[in-house]
């Protein structure tokens, strides 16, 4: 019996495979999960993360933190490069402003303003106070002269100031007597000066002091370009010479108002409002000038032109107000300290009502008080401080007789004659004849 003949082999078909689970895929692609092992099958592996050796991450966070010390070096430098235009940009525009105070004067007054204050005080005090003045001796050139009157008087003044009686032992010939000095007002003498030693230490040291007939002369209180600033003004930054021929004597006011602990007052304008009792230079409409406490001896009113307050009174009652705690910087200020002997200034008036000026450098705030009280003062008023501000000048001329010149008190007084003649930045007072 023959045998059926076999099946022929099944043709390959070009189907989809099928793998264990029955499901369908293609025969000959590899997913990220899969490979062939030897025999070309497919077979499933475990899937990796290629993850950087140690090495190359440290690399990496080296990089990155190098990228941020350049991003914060860069502003870092803008910003310093911003600030430094902007404050050199301010510095020169502060020496470049309208006045004629010396570059050195403007550049400290430029750091004051802007929060270097206490620098300044802290240098200038470590200066003064490891340059005090010479104890002993007597003047190098002698006693100043007062300038001689440009022309000879009959006429007697009115009042002729008291000579004083001077400090130190052993007077010098003329120290402490009042001369008649600058332009004649009237025929009269209006202005006197006389010089005299501060303290019995210091004897090679001169005080200029000047003494002026507030009958013959009206003052005015003349607006800094800076202190106090704003205006427009009648009376501005210089005299106008227009008043050159009527101009007898001007001289410096007070402190900064940043450091006056006071008020000013001028021209129907309040810069800074007024405190009761503090020290305060009073101008009247009619300029007639005084010095009392406001709100004791002067008050406001109509009559009222000017008043430029500063500190506490100095002498009071002709008593040196200056003799407990000078370090009291409530009455006195504390600009350098004032147990140091620097440029200093003050303005009073005698029992007449005279105006009395007093300045020279080495004086404390006691010993200033101490020469106004010589001087006849019975009320006083410290002045501005330091060598750049104390100046008083006395003026010739300004009329036919001549071109006008201005006279220092003091012969080292540091700042120039024309000083009020020219525009400036603080404010000052000037003495005209009636």
Same mark, same amino acid.
């Given at each position: 019996?023959?045998?059926?003949?076999?099946?022929?082999?099944?043709?390959?078909?070009?189907?989809?495979?099928?793998?264990?689970?029955?499901?369908?895929?293609?025969?000959?692609?590899?997913?990220?999960?899969?490979?062939?092992?030897?025999?070309?099958?497919?077979?499933?592996?475990?899937?990796?993360?290629?993850?950087?050796?140690?090495?190359?991450?440290?690399?990496?966070?080296?990089?990155?933190?190098?990228?941020?010390?350049?991003?914060?070096?860069?502003?870092?430098?803008?910003?310093?490069?911003?600030?430094?235009?902007?404050?050199?940009?301010?510095?020169?525009?502060?020496?470049?402003?309208?006045?004629?105070?010396?570059?050195?004067?403007?550049?400290?007054?430029?750091?004051?303003?802007?929060?270097?204050?206490?620098?300044?005080?802290?240098?200038?005090?470590?200066?003064?106070?490891?340059?005090?003045?010479?104890?002993?001796?007597?003047?190098?050139?002698?006693?100043?002269?007062?300038?001689?009157?440009?022309?000879?008087?009959?006429?007697?003044?009115?009042?002729?100031?008291?000579?004083?009686?001077?400090?130190?032992?052993?007077?010098?010939?003329?120290?402490?007597?009042?001369?008649?000095?600058?332009?004649?007002?009237?025929?009269?003498?209006?202005?006197?000066?006389?010089?005299?030693?501060?303290?019995?230490?210091?004897?090679?040291?001169?005080? $200029?002091?000047?003494?002026?007939?507030?009958?013959?002369?009206?003052?005015?209180?003349?607006?800094?370009?800076?202190?106090?600033?704003?205006?427009?003004?009648? &009376?501005?930054?210089?005299?106008?010479?227009?008043?050159?021929?009527?101009?007898?004597?001007?001289?410096?006011?007070?402190?900064?108002?940043?450091?006056?602990?006071?008020?000013?007052?001028?021209?129907?304008?309040?810069?800074?409002?007024?405190?009761?009792?503090?020290?305060?230079?009073?101008?009247?409409?009619?300029?007639?000038?005084?010095?009392?406490?406001?709100?004791?001896?002067?008050?406001?009113?109509?009559?009222?032109?000017?008043?430029?307050?500063?500190?506490?009174?100095?002498?009071?009652?002709?008593?040196?107000?200056?003799?407990?705690?000078?370090?009291?910087?409530?009455?006195?200020? $504390?600009?350098?300290?004032?147990?140091?002997?620097?440029?200093?200034? $003050?303005?009073?008036?005698?029992?007449?009502?005279?105006?009395?000026?007093?300045?020279?450098?080495?004086?404390?705030?006691?010993?200033?008080?101490?020469?106004?009280?010589?001087?006849?003062?019975?009320?006083?008023?410290?002045?501005?401080?330091?060598?750049?501000?104390?100046?008083?000048?006395? &003026?010739?001329?300004?009329?036919?007789?001549?071109?006008?010149?201005?006279?220092?008190?003091?012969?080292?007084?540091?700042?120039?004659?024309?000083? &009020?003649?020219?525009?400036?930045?603080?404010?000052?007072?000037?003495?005209?004849?009636?």
């Amino acid at each position: 019996m023959q045998s059926p003949p076999e099946a022929p082999d099944a043709a390959p078909t070009a189907g989809p495979s099928t793998t264990a689970a029955g499901e369908a895929g293609p025969r000959d692609e590899a997913s990220p999960d899969t490979a062939r092992d030897d025999l070309g099958e497919l077979v499933v592996t475990e899937s990796r993360e290629v993850r950087p050796s140690r090495r190359e991450r440290r690399r990496l966070e080296r990089e990155r933190r190098s990228r941020l010390k350049r991003s914060i070096r860069r502003g870092l430098a803008l910003v310093l490069v911003t600030g430094l235009l902007v404050v050199g940009w301010s510095y020169v525009h502060a020496l470049r402003a309208p006045g004629h105070d010396p570059l050195g004067v403007k550049s400290v007054e430029w750091i004051r303003d802007h929060g270097g204050s206490g620098i300044v005080d802290r240098i200038e005090h470590w200066w003064y106070t490891h340059h005090q003045p010479p104890k002993g001796g007597t003047p190098k050139h002698g006693l100043p002269k007062a300038a001689p009157l440009p022309t000879p008087t009959t006429a007697p003044p009115p009042v002729v100031p008291i000579n004083i009686t001077p400090i130190a032992p052993k007077p010098l010939p003329g120290e402490g007597v009042w001369a008649p000095t600058g332009k004649l007002v009237g025929g009269r003498p209006a202005v006197y000066a006389t010089f005299l030693r501060p303290d019995p230490v210091h004897t090679s040291l001169v005080t $200029g002091a000047a003494w002026m007939d507030t009958k013959l002369l009206k003052g005015a209180l003349y607006n800094g370009l800076e202190l106090p600033g704003g205006g427009p003004w009648s &009376y501005g930054s210089k005299v106008d010479p227009r008043d050159y021929g009527t101009l007898i004597a001007a001289f410096n006011s007070g402190f900064k108002l940043s450091t006056s602990r006071g008020g000013y007052y001028t021209e129907g304008k309040t810069v800074q409002p007024l405190v009761d009792g503090r020290a305060s230079l009073v101008i009247k409409t009619d300029g007639t000038m005084s010095v009392g406490m406001w709100g004791r001896d002067a008050h406001g009113g109509v009559d009222i032109a000017s008043v430029r307050q500063n500190l506490d009174l100095l002498v009071d009652n002709g008593v040196n107000q200056a003799t407990g705690d000078v370090n009291d910087t409530s009455k006195w200020g $504390g600009t350098l300290g004032n147990k140091v002997f620097v440029w200093r200034s $003050g303005v009073g008036i005698d029992k007449n009502g005279n105006l009395l000026y007093v300045g020279g450098n080495g004086l404390n705030v006691t010993t200033l008080a101490d020469v106004l009280v010589a001087a006849g003062a019975v009320r006083a008023m410290e002045l501005d401080i330091n060598s750049e501000w104390v100046t008083f000048f006395t &003026y010739q001329g300004g009329d036919a007789s001549g071109p006008i010149t201005g006279v220092k008190l003091l012969p080292d007084m540091h700042r120039p004659a024309n000083r &009020y003649l020219e525009s400036g930045t603080r404010d000052f007072i000037a003495l005209f004849a009636r």
